[in-house]
C-alpha cells in the first residue's frame, strides 16, 4: 500500500483505526481541538509538533533532529513489520516492570526473526570474514568489579563467548552483595560496535532463539545489579553494546562517541534489551525515533536527551 505522504485528519484517530493495511500515520498536533481518546493505529503513530502539546505523548514518535519525516517514513516502508511490532511493545512495555519487560521484547524480537523481512537482509548480506574470538576480563580489587569487553581487533563485536562471559559475569555481580560498585568498559578505540553480525541467523526457529535468549540473555542478570553499575563509552556504541550500557545507573561517554540502533534496517528490533533500557532513559518516543530511523547520534545529542549522564574524557 502506498504510505501517507501528508498527515491525516485527527478524527479518525477519535474512532476505531480505519487505515488497514498503511505502514504509518502522520498527526499534526497543531490540528487537534479535542481531548477525545484517541485509537492508535497498529503502525507507527508520527506526530509533527512540540513536545509541550497536550497530545504529544499520544503519538509513538515526534520528528526530531538529526532525523527528518522523509527519513523516518523511508526506513518504515521498508521494515514495516518490524516497524509496528516496535511501537506496539514500546507502548506495551511502558509501565511495565523490567523483568517482565524484557520477557516481552524477546517474544517480539522472536516474531521477527521469523519474518520475511528479516530473511530478505540475511540473505542479502555479505559474510564476514573469520575473526578471533572474544574474551570478557573480570578485575576484582575489594569491592569493586570491572568488566572489560576485550576485542579490540574487532571494535569490541560481542561473539557468543563474550556474551556467555558477560551473563556469568553479572550473574556474578547480582549475587554478590559485597561488590559495591561494577564497571562495564570496552577495550581498544570503540565500547563495542555490538553483536556479531556474522552469529545473526545461527538458530533459525524463533521459539528455540528465545529458550536461549532467557537463559543467556546478560540483561536478564544485569537489571538485577544496575544500581551498582556505571559504564563508560568511547568510540562505538552500537546495538547490544548500547542497550546494555543503557541499563546502569551512571553512563558517561568520551565527546567523540556516538551511538546507533540499527536493527530496523536488519528486519528486526533491539532485542538484548534495549527496547526497555532506552526507552527507559530517553522514553518511549524518543526510543522509537532512534530506532525506526536508523540514524547515529553524537554524544553531545546523547547527553541533551538524556541517554548518557555526562561527558567525560577517556
Known amino acids: 500500500m502506498t504510505p501517507p505522504t501528508a498527515p491525516i485528519d485527527p ?4 474512532i476505531p483505526w480505519d487505515g488497514e493495511g498503511a505502514d504509518h500515520a502522520i498527526v499534526d498536533l497543531a490540528a487537534v481541538q ?6 492508535l493505529p497498529h503502525c507507527p503513530l508520527i506526530g509533527i509538533g512540540t513536545p509541550d502539546h497536550p497530545r504529544a505523548k499520544d503519538v509513538d514518535l515526534l520528528v526530531d533532529a538529526p532525523a527528518s519525516l522523509p527519513m523516518i517514513v523511508t526506513a518504515i516502508t521498508a521494515q514495516p513489520q518490524a516497524a509496528a511490532v516496535l511501537v506496539q511493545l514500546l507502548r506495551l512495555i511502558e509501565d511495565m516492570d523490567a523483568a517482565p519487560a524484557l520477557v516481552a521484547e524477546s517474544l517480539a524480537y522472536g516474531l521477527l526473526q521469523g519474518s520475511e523481512g528479516h530473511a530478505r537482509w540475511l540473505a542479502s548480506r555479505t559474510p564476514a570474514p573469520a575473526s578471533p574470538p572474544g574474551e570478557v576480563r573480570l578485575d ?9 569487553l576485550d576485542r579490540a581487533h574487532a571494535h569490541n563485536a ?3 563467548p563474550m556474551r556467555d562471559g558477560l551473563r556469568e559475569a553479572f550473574d556474578l ?3 554478590d552483595c559485597a561488590i559495591a560498585r561494577i564497571s562495564l568498559r570496552g577495550a581498544g578505540r570503540s565500547f563495542s560496535v555490538g553483536a556479531d553480525l556474522s552469529e545473526f541467523g545461527t ?10 535468549r532467557m537463559v543467556t540473555l546478560p540483561a536478564h542478570a544485569i537489571i538485577g545489579c544496575a544500581d551498582r553499575l556505571d559504564v563508560h563509552v568511547q568510540g562505538a556504541c552500537v546495538g547490544s553494546a548500547l542497550e546494555m550500557a543503557a541499563f546502569a545507573t551512571r553512563l ?5 562517541a556516538w551511538f546507533h540502533l540499527p536493527e530496523l534496517a536488519m528486519g528486526i528490533i533491539p532485542g538484548a534489551g534495549g527496547c526497555v533500557s532506552v526507552s527507559r532513559r530517553i522514553g518511549r518516543q524518543r526510543a522509537a525515533l532512534m530506532i525506526l530511523s536508523g540514524r547515529r547520534i553524537s554524544a ?3 547527553l541533551d536527551w538524556g541517554l548518557i549522564d555526562a561527558l567525560m574524557d577517556d
Do not use: E, F, G, K
Open 300 to 302: 553531545a545529542t546523547a
Open 203 to 212: 538458530t533459525r526457529d524463533p521459539a528455540t532463539a528465545h529458550a536461549i
Open 158 to 160: 560481542i561473539d557468543r
Open 11 to 14: 478524527q479518525r484517530l477519535t
Open 173 to 175: 555481580a547480582a549475587l
Open 34 to 39: 479535542n481531548a477525545t481518546p484517541w485509537h
Open 252 to 256: 558517561t561517554a568520551s565527546p567523540s
Open 140 to 148: 576484582r580489587t575489594d569491592d569493586r568489579l570491572t568488566v572489560t
